[in-house]
């Protein structure tokens, strides 16, 4: 998820078990929310994504999809990559957290 410059995987929280990915946390757009999703499911070894991905919007009451230079922003994170996750056959828990 964090080697997509066009997602902010900040909030985004990860969990696999046996191929099954849970997507949580939140994400400032709609698109931003069906692109982590594609995302999971083009990942090797994941046989089905749950997306209970929340929309947060700013003070202003916009969702966040014209503000494209957050999607594109990278910073550290520590966060295990999905692909490494999956197939593995223990929950596995990633929060992705961007440092400020």
């Given at each position: 998820?964090?080697?997509?410059?066009?997602?902010?995987?900040?909030?985004?929280?990860?969990?696999?078990?046996?191929?099954?990915?849970?997507?949580?946390?939140?994400?400032m757009?709609?698109?931003?929310k069906?692109?982590?999703?594609?995302?999971?499911?083009?990942?090797?070894?994941?046989?089905?994504?749950?997306?209970?991905?929340?929309?947060?919007?700013?003070?202003?009451?916009?969702?966040?999809?014209?503000?494209?230079?957050?999607?594109?922003?990278?910073?550290?994170?520590?966060?295990?990559?999905?692909?490494?996750?999956?197939?593995?056959?223990?929950?596995?828990?990633?929060?992705?957290?961007?440092?400020?």
């Amino acid at each position: 998820m964090t080697d997509d410059p066009a997602l902010d995987a900040s909030e985004i929280v990860v969990e696999v078990i046996n191929g099954e990915v849970t997507l949580s946390g939140s994400v400032m757009s709609r698109d931003q929310k069906r692109r982590a999703e594609d995302v999971a499911e083009r990942t090797s070894g994941v046989r089905d994504v749950t997306n209970q991905l929340r929309v947060t919007r700013d003070g202003n009451g916009h969702d966040g999809a014209a503000d494209s230079s957050r999607a594109a922003g990278t910073g550290n994170t520590s966060s295990q990559p999905v692909s490494e996750a999956v197939g593995k056959g223990t929950s596995s828990k990633t929060a992705s957290r961007t440092s400020a």
